[in-house]
């Protein structure tokens, strides 16, 4: 289980896009990389056809190591570590090693 989800809160942690913040938008498990809306944008050129309708330049959001990460907590706010938890009916759950929170 990836300690990253969809939809997480992200903070950068290294590479020039450190100290941002960014929602992630899918996590690429296989690469163990993972695409943050808003961070890491990169200007990719585009002909007619491929992903536009007109040729240019696109804004494009490229993935991020996952090892770069950190989660933002939604409880305290603060990039965390993640810790799993069993719950009481097995399942487990991630949990915010700063303030204890479930996330
Ligand atoms: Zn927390």
Redo the contacts with the bound molecule.
Sequence with gaps: MSRIKRDDMVEVRKGRERGKRGRVREVLANEGRAIVAEINVVKKHVKPGQQARQAGIIDMEAPLQLANLALV??????P?RVGTRLLEDGSKSRY??????L?
């Design positions: 907590c939604s409880k305290c706010g603060k965390t915010c090693k700063t303030c204890g929170e996330t």
